[in-house]
C-alpha cells in the first residue's frame, strides 16, 4: 500500500493505492465508531482507473491522522483476538 496526503487543519484526504473495498470499508466502519470524528467516507471514482480516497474530519479535539492511527490499531487489535480465537478453536 502506497499513501498520498492532502490536509487541512481538521480535515484529511488519503489516497490508498493498491486498496479496495474490502480494507476502505473497515477503516471508514472503525473511524465512524470514534466520537471525535464528524466524517468518515471513502470514494473510488472508477474501479478500474481510480485509486480509493479516504476523507476523514475531526471535532478538533483530536487530528485526523491521530483518527486513523487509532483505527488502525483498533483493526489490529481486532485482527489479533480473531487469530487467537481461530487458533484455539482448531487446535481442539
Known amino acids: 500500500?502506497?499513501?498520498?496526503?492532502?490536509?487541512a487543519k481538521n480535515k484529511?484526504?488519503?489516497?490508498?493505492?493498491?486498496?479496495?473495498?474490502t480494507f476502505c470499508n473497515l477503516l471508514r466502519e472503525t473511524l465512524q465508531?470514534?466520537?471525535?470524528?464528524?466524517?468518515?467516507?471513502?470514494?473510488i471514482s472508477h474501479p478500474y482507473v481510480s485509486e480509493p480516497k479516504l476523507?476523514?474530519?475531526?471535532?478538533?479535539k483530536k487530528s485526523p491522522k491521530t483518527a486513523i492511527l487509532n483505527a488502525?490499531?483498533?483493526?489490529?487489535?481486532?485482527?489479533?483476538e480473531f487469530v487467537?480465537?481461530?487458533?484455539?478453536a482448531f487446535s481442539k
Open 33 to 43: 465508531k470514534d466520537p471525535d470524528v464528524v466524517y468518515a467516507a471513502y470514494n
Open 55 to 60: 476523507i476523514v474530519e475531526t471535532k478538533g
Open 1 to 7: 500500500m502506497e499513501l498520498k496526503v492532502i490536509e
Open 84 to 88: 487467537e480465537l481461530f487458533k484455539k
Open 72 to 80: 488502525a490499531e483498533a483493526i489490529k487489535k481486532d485482527n489479533s
Open 12 to 21: 484529511i484526504e488519503v489516497d490508498l493505492i493498491g486498496e479496495d473495498h
